[in-house]
């Protein structure tokens, strides 16, 4: 492989990287389904491209390719996956996700379907860390209201779908919030505060238009199903989001959250100390794509990086810097196409957590916000991918009744949400009246 300065860096050493995706995506293309190939393997394939194309000796390669997948960072990070699975099942396991569904729809009026579809969807999702997970706890209730009530198919699951991704971006345990503050060496506390900041509102201008779409939208009488919740079981939620915006370390914030689930579930009866362990380990194994992703992908990336592909984008992106503002957008951009080409809004920053930190740190960004920025722009695409997991869902939850166009045009929260984006990056005042708000 012809070397280059390392200013300039090597733009054959991308190339591992672009067979790392254009596998996935054309997999996903093929099988009409982006999430039928397994990601690791398509990984694996690239690692096996940058030790063909690559002119180091082997064991150079291999010792890179493990000191990338043990980097300190992507370690964390894959801990952290582990023990929000964890929680996330026990929590499932004594009845909290139920708790929340019946709790918001049992208390829906009819003419407010769409509106408290968002709040709900916003909730469980900010709650349980997956957009995925609400999308599919909801979406058939929602089809369902819509059919029955008259209210408008489109907009009721354009409010699923951006409560969805509100949560899924602002939740301290989603999977992308956890690798966002871990590629920027941030702490998850400071990133929500900085992303509430910018997602409060959007979602306020979301609740009022919805509000007013209630208000005046004809609907018709419709029984719903009144199903039982108990406040208790949502509690651990409250408290694993209480302690990390009060700077409990991560680690043992979950811990925490796993202990009390599993304490209301003993005493409740709802399982036993086996099923207890068991549904932790369960948990644990739910994590197993996105924790052996995150690691071979930070091999990956070091193969690529010690080749010279990382310098090679920090040029290109670092010719078009002018200022603090197009640094973020340079980021924001950059993550964006990432998600564009592989539909997985997680991977795309860990794929681009490096060069972020690189762009972050020359520059003297704030890394809780480059880390907000990324998170934010991956969940606006992974939002409005007419090949997304969560787009997909609902389409296949409306049966065929319902277009893309019509889905998306009624997502206003994903809209909002980038106008106040793009206004925090642009307005110098904003980063001043957020610390001074948050005192972060």
Not at 99 to 115: A, H, Q, R, T, W
Not at 354 to 381: G, P, W
């Amino acid at each position: 492989m012809m070397k280059k300065s390392k200013k300039q860096g090597n733009a054959l050493a991308l190339l591992p990287l672009f067979v790392f995706i254009f596998t996935f995506l054309g997999a996903g293309i093929i099988l009409n389904d982006f999430y039928a190939f397994p990601s690791p393997l398509a990984v694996v394939i690239g690692i096996i491209a940058a030790f063909i194309f690559f002119k180091n000796t082997t064991e150079d390669k291999i010792d890179t390719l493990i000191k990338g997948c043990g980097d300190s960072k992507i370690m964390t990070m894959c801990l952290i996956y582990l023990l929000a699975g964890g929680f996330a099942s026990v929590t499932q396991a004594m009845g909290a996700v139920e708790s929340i569904v019946n709790l918001g729809i049992n208390n829906i009026n009819i003419e407010y379907f769409p509106l408290g579809i968002f709040l709900v969807a916003s909730f469980l999702s900010t709650a349980t860390g997956t957009s995925v997970g609400a999308i599919v706890a909801l979406g058939p209730i929602a089809v369902s209201l819509a059919d029955k009530s008259g209210a408008s198919l489109p907009l009721i699951c354009g409010s699923l779908l951006g409560g969805a991704m509100l949560g899924d971006n602002l939740s301290i345990i989603s999977d992308t919030t956890i690798a966002a503050t871990q590629s920027l060496g941030c702490e998850m506390r400071d990133k929500f505060k900085v992303n509430l900041f910018i997602a409060l509102p959007a979602s306020i201008i979301t609740v009022i238009i919805l509000l007013y779409l209630g208000l005046t939208t004809e609907t018709s009488a419709v029984a719903i199903n009144k199903g039982n919740y108990e406040f208790i079981t949502i509690l651990p939620y409250f408290l694993v989001i209480g302690l990390a915006v009060m700077g409990v370390n991560v680690f043992a914030t979950l811990l925490i959250g796993i202990l009390t689930a599993g304490f209301i579930g003993l005493v409740g009866h709802d399982f036993s100390v086996l099923v207890f362990v068991q549904k932790i380990y369960e948990g644990f194994i739910s994590m197993i794509d996105i924790f052996l992703l995150s690691m071979l992908t930070g091999g990956l990336a070091a193969l690529v990086a010690k080749a010279g592909g990382i310098d090679y984008v920090l040029h290109k992106i670092k010719a078009r810097i002018k200022s603090k503002r197009s640094a973020q957008m340079g980021i924001g951009a950059l993550v964006s196409f990432t998600n564009l080409a592989i539909a997985n809004n997680t991977v795309s920053i860990v794929i681009t957590g490096n060069i972020a930190r690189e762009i972050n740190d020359e520059y003297h960004l704030s890394s809780r916000k480059t880390a907000t920025v990324m998170d934010i722009f991956c969940c606006i695409v992974q939002g409005i991918l007419p090949y997304g997991a969560q787009v997909l869902l609902l389409l296949n939850y409306a049966g065929g009744k319902l277009h893309f166009t019509d889905l998306i045009m009624n997502t206003w929260y994903v809209v909002f949400l980038f106008l106040f984006t793009m206004i925090a990056i642009n307005n110098r005042h904003w980063d001043r009246l957020t610390n001074k708000f948050f005192k972060v």
